[in-house]
T-cell receptor, first 113, second 114 residues
Framework: GDSVTQMEGPVTLSEEAFLTINCTYT??????LFWYVQYPGEGLQLLLK?????DKGSNKGFEATYRKETTSFHLEKGSVQVSDSAVYFC????????????FGQGTTLQVKP | EPEVTQTPSHQVTQMGQEVILRCVPI?????FYWYRQILGQKVEFLVS????????KSEIFDDQFSVERPDGSNFTLKIRSTKLEDSAMYFC????????????FGPGTRLTVT
C-alpha cells in the first residue's frame, strides 16, 4: 500500500545550521507531496507542497523538491532558528480520491541557541 | 485567519464509556476528516465526510466509531465503547471546496482511556 517513511528523530541542531529531514514514499500513481509542521500545543500546519515531479515547494526558508526517480521529498533549510523547533510531518495525497493524507511518523527538530 | 477548533483539548474516560470529540471546521469548507496519532506512532487517517455522508473510512474506523455533522457547523467523532487502545491524539481537519488538499487541522484532542 501507499506509505511515507521519514528519518528518525529527534534531530538536534545549533542555530544557523543546515537542516535536512529525509522523506521517501511508496505510491501507486502520482501523488501530491506535503510537509506539515506542528508547533507545541498547536495543530498541523501546511508548510509546503509539490504536486508533480520536479516541482519545488518552498515557504519560510524551507524547501523540498519532488523527486520521482528516487521517490523522495526531502525537507531542507539553509539556516535554522530556535523558532523552527517543532515536529515535521511528510505526507502524500491523491487528487482522485477524497483527499485523505498518508503521513510519515514525524521528525522532531530541536534547535539550540 | 480562520481556524479549525476542537474541544475538549484533553478527555479522560474509563474503558467502556462513550466519548464525543467535537470539531468546528472552517465555515466554507466542504470536506471533513478525522485522524488520530497514538503516542510515538504515525498520524493515521480515520474517516472523511462530504455532503453529509462518509466518503471513505479506514479499517480502524469500525462499528464503535461514528461521525456526524449535527448542525452545519460542528463535526463530531463518537466512540461508543472506548478501549485502552483508543488512547491517542485525535485531529480534525477540513478542506475547502474542491480537492485542493490543503487540509487545515485543529490542535487535537488528547483522549486518555483508563
Amino acid at each position: 500500500g501507499d506509505s511515507v517513511t521519514q528519518m528518525e528523530g529527534p534531530v538536534t541542531l545549533s542555530e544557523e545550521a543546515f537542516l535536512t529531514i529525509n522523506c521517501t514514499y511508496t505510491a501507486t500513481g502520482y501523488p501530491s507531496l506535503f510537509w506539515y509542521v506542528q508547533y507545541p500545543g498547536e495543530g498541523l500546519q501546511l508548510l509546503l507542497k509539490a504536486t508533480k515531479a520536479d516541482d519545488k515547494g518552498s515557504n519560510k526558508g524551507f524547501e523540498a523538491t519532488y523527486r520521482k526517480e528516487t521517490t523522495s521529498f526531502h525537507l531542507e533549510k539553509g539556516s535554522v532558528q530556535v523558532s523552527d523547533s517543532a515536529v515535521y510531518f511528510c505526507a502524500l495525497g491523491f487528487s482522485s480520491n477524497t483527499g485523505k493524507l498518508i503521513f510519515g511518523q514525524g521528525t522532531t527538530l530541536q534547535v539550540k541557541p | 485567519e480562520p481556524e479549525v477548533t476542537q474541544t475538549p483539548s484533553h478527555q479522560v474516560t474509563q474503558m467502556g464509556q462513550e466519548v464525543i470529540l467535537r470539531c468546528v471546521p472552517i465555515s466554507n469548507h466542504l470536506y471533513f476528516y478525522w485522524y488520530r496519532q497514538i503516542l510515538g506512532q504515525k498520524v493515521e487517517f480515520l474517516v472523511s465526510f462530504y455532503n453529509n455522508e462518509i466518503s471513505e473510512k479506514s479499517e480502524i474506523f469500525d462499528d464503535q466509531f461514528s461521525v456526524e455533522r449535527p448542525d452545519g457547523s460542528n463535526f463530531t467523532l463518537k466512540i461508543r465503547s472506548t478501549k485502552l487502545e483508543d488512547s491517542a491524539m485525535y485531529f480534525c481537519a477540513s478542506c475547502c471546496g474542491g480537492p485542493t488538499y490543503e487540509q487545515y487541522f485543529g490542535p487535537g484532542t488528547r483522549l486518555t482511556v483508563t
